[in-house]
């Protein structure tokens, strides 16, 4: 066992030590926040253009005189120069826009905007919809209507789900729960691969590299598959473990700098509090580790029969199936029917639960079910990572053999 | 120290071991030789533990071989290779202590062994950054760093350049004089004679021929001698004790003579005829090299 503990050891070590392994702790979290910051970004952009306009009025209808707001970075001005005139001042200024509205504008393009340079959207769309604004209430005026009781029965519906459990009701934001688990669906798929590749490529450098029988003169094959598995699995949970506190502490620093508005943040606040944190973490370390040690045997078996990565195109496909297949139903399918039949029976099959379960972790599936998926998870990730001792053991040993599934299920059977 | 006994070993296809037994006594330097693809690597892994043998046995110190017996055995495989990316200093240390050192005392016996062979300056230094001679270096350093009992090289010498081969050699020698018994394998015969104590020949998964390389020559014997003498070249009647196999002459008046003894006679004969008619140089026995033995013994075996 002591033996196990040092290859884990140098697995783990030489792996955290690498460049690449610092460099994707940090970059991770910042590409999440920058992409955080661009979102929001683009979102406040909506609002206002980026420099300060001045918008001529000329309006001949004579509807919209004085009616038209400042925004922060938008002036209107009534004018009664003659096109020409304006048009010509147009040329000459760049931030200057001309808003032109003749006597009869009901027609769909009689009302024009004039600029130098193509106006922004954000600033069109907030032109019009104050101008709408003004019509309609224009013509609720003219045809009587109270707008002070129009405004009283408008309706501003948002539904507000509430579970009904026997601890009592509970105020859950299933948006928010799904949006959290598929994350993790995804992240677990998008880890199994990444790790399992990495176990496989250490098989594979380990064979390459002919140091393999020097190590099987000291230990057995199993331990050092074992040893490799598991240190490469410690890799992925420190990198988890890294970014989950790395992006606390962003978002603490972040909400520090935004703290300016406090709506907003308790909002979110709000949010995060309705999502089950607890239980979908325990379910995605759970699925993580079993998930992963279950591939990441398939992945070393691989490793071993191969005598180089280009080889490994032809195992690859049958072994990533059920997982790429689960995954595309996952974020299309079966979280809109999380219940039905297929989303059941994938979530219980060890190959596909890891992503499956996941998805349907916010619609609460039946106990029974999830005690079952966990039984066969630990149940699939003991028969593979029997399996694929058996082939690596021989595996690792031959040499410019061309290894086919036949020969893979031959090796199973040589005796010792 | 190891025995080995009745091991039988087979793959899908072909059989690498039938019946083959050896024993290798404490201290010896042991000598596996045969063609390439005769069954040596097969033997070798499974005294490493390696691979298991179809049936029969193998005996370590008197016990039935099993993991225990790791630690006190050095392996140096014929396909060489270490982690390229990994530093030397840090993969030797790693690999005695798969081999249950301490981190401690491998660190010690690192710098000795580094310093011994002028290494000291590849501590940091990654495999890839190496030449395939100075890898080669490090590798067996590797192999004998645990101080084990038993060390077994596969194909010791094949890519050394002259020089490192003669180290290494002297240093196998070295740790051999402190205690080590030594099996190795080869197909290359020149070492054989200098360096082992005893040897077995394996042809075609058979052990065909095994024991004191002294012994096995002098098996091999023709009852044949060598004699140079100075003087009137001899014409050899009727009477001589032996019969001219060859007959060449040398600067200085001297001459060689290759010749077989008739039944029954010895060397005092030979040399109680030619005393009286000459003056004579010297007298010795041919002896077979092993190269001479190997080649024969593998042809009539057969070897395509």
């Not at chain 1, 909506?46 to 707001?69: M, N, Q, R, T």
């Not at chain 1, 598991?230 to 420190?238: D, F, K, N, Q």
């Not at chain 2, 006594?25 to 596996?32: A, H, I, S």
């Not at chain 2, 501590?123 to 270096?137: A, C, N, V, Y």
Request: some cysteine; overall charge neutral; glycine content about 6%.
């Amino acid at each position: 066992m002591n033996k196990v503990l040092l290859i884990i050891q140098r697995e783990y070590i030489t792996r955290v030590r690498k460049k690449a392994f610092i460099v994707m702790i940090f970059v991770v979290p910042l590409l999440i926040l920058g992409m955080g910051a661009v979102i929001k970004m683009v979102a406040s952009n909506a609002e206002e253009p980026d420099s300060a306009s001045v918008i001529k009025v000329k309006d001949e209808s004579g509807l919209f005189a004085g009616k038209l707001h400042n925004g922060k970075k938008i002036q209107f001005l009534p004018t009664t120069q003659s096109l020409p005139e304006i048009k010509k001042e147009l040329i000459n200024d760049e931030n200057l826009l001309a808003l032109v509205i003749p006597k009869n504008f009901n027609s769909k393009d009689s009302i024009q905007i004039l600029s130098k340079k193509k106006p922004g959207f954000a600033l069109t769309a907030g032109i019009e919809k104050q101008m709408n604004a003004i019509v309609v209430n224009d013509g609720m005026i003219k045809n009587h209507i109270d707008t002070a009781v129009l405004h009283s029965i408008k309706s501003d519906i948002s539904l507000n789900a509430i579970e009904v459990t026997e601890k009592g009701d509970n105020k859950s934001n299933i948006g928010a729960n799904i949006a959290v688990s598929i994350a993790c669906a995804i992240l677990i798929y998008l880890s199994l691969f990444i790790y399992g590749a990495q176990v496989m490529r250490g098989v594979i450098e380990e064979k390459t590299s002919r140091i393999i029988e020097v190590i099987i003169s000291s230990v057995k094959p199993f331990q050092l598959m074992l040893g490799k598995i598991i240190g490469v699995g410690l890799v992925g949970l420190t990198q988890f473990g890294a970014w989950i506190i790395l992006s606390i502490i962003s978002t603490k620093i972040a909400g520090q700098t935004v703290g300016s508005t406090p709506g907003g943040m308790m909002n979110a606040l709000a949010v995060l509090q309705t999502i089950h944190f607890g239980k979908i973490l325990v379910c995605f370390l759970f699925y993580f580790l079993t998930g992963y040690l279950l591939y990441s045997a398939i992945f070393a078996a691989v490793g071993s029969a191969v005598d180089s990565e280009t080889e490994t195109q032809q195992f690859m496909f049958p072994i990533t199936l059920p997982l790429l297949f689960t995954y595309i139903l996952s974020v299309s399918v079966l979280f809109q029917a999380p219940n039905s039949a297929l989303a059941v029976w994938l979530s219980i099959i060890p190959f596909t639960a890891p992503v499956a379960m996941m998805v349907r972790l916010p619609f609460d599936p039946p106990v029974w079910q999830l005690a079952l998926s966990m039984v066969l998870m630990v149940a699939g990730f003991l028969f593979t990572t029997y399996v694929a001792a058996r082939i690596y053991r021989v595996g690792v040993l031959m040499y410019g053999k061309k290894a086919s599934f036949k020969e893979l299920s031959k090796w199973f059977f040589y005796k010792e | 120290m190891l025995s080995i006994r009745n091991i039988v070993k087979q793959y899908a296809g072909h059989k690498a071991l039938s019946d083959v037994s050896l024993e290798v006594e404490r201290g010896q330097v042991y000598g596996l030789l045969g063609p390439n693809g005769a069954g040596k690597t097969s033997l070798i892994r499974i005294i490493n533990q390696i691979t298991a043998p179809d049936s029969g046995e193998v005996y370590f110190d008197g016990q039935k071989l099993n993991q225990s017996h790791i630690e006190r055995i050095g392996y140096l495989p014929e396909e060489r290779g270490l982690y390229k990316k990994m530093e030397i200093g840090e993969q030797m240390i790693y690999l005695a202590r798969l081999k249950g050192l301490s981190r401690a005392d491998a660190t010690a016996r690192l710098k000795h062994w580094f310093a011994k062979l002028e290494m000291e300056t590849w501590w940091k230094k990654k495999i890839e950054e190496l030449s395939k001679g100075m890898q080669q270096k490090a590798q067996f350093v590797a192999t004998v760093l645990h101080e084990p009992d038993l060390i077994i090289l596969d194909e010791p010498f094949s890519g050394f350049d002259p020089v490192n081969a003669e180290i290494i050699k002297n240093e196998i020698l070295e740790l051999n004089e402190k205690g080590a018994t030594i099996l190795f394998s080869t197909h290359r015969m020149e070492s054989v004679e200098e360096l082992c104590d005893a040897i077995a020949l394996i042809n075609k998964s058979h052990k065909i021929l095994d024991g004191k390389v002294k012994a096995i020559r002098h098996s091999y014997t023709s009852e044949t001698y060598l004699v140079e003498y100075t003087g009137a070249k001899i014409h050899f009647s009727d009477t001589a004790p032996f019969s001219v196999l060859s007959e060449t002459e040398g600067d200085d008046n001297s001459h060689n003579i290759k010749l077989k003894l008739h039944q029954g006679n010895s060397a005092n004969d030979v040399l109680h005829y030619l005393l009286p008619q000459t003056r004579i140089n010297m007298l010795q026995e041919v002896i077979p090299s092993m190269h001479e033995i190997f080649i024969q013994k593998v042809k009539q075996t057969g070897h395509e």
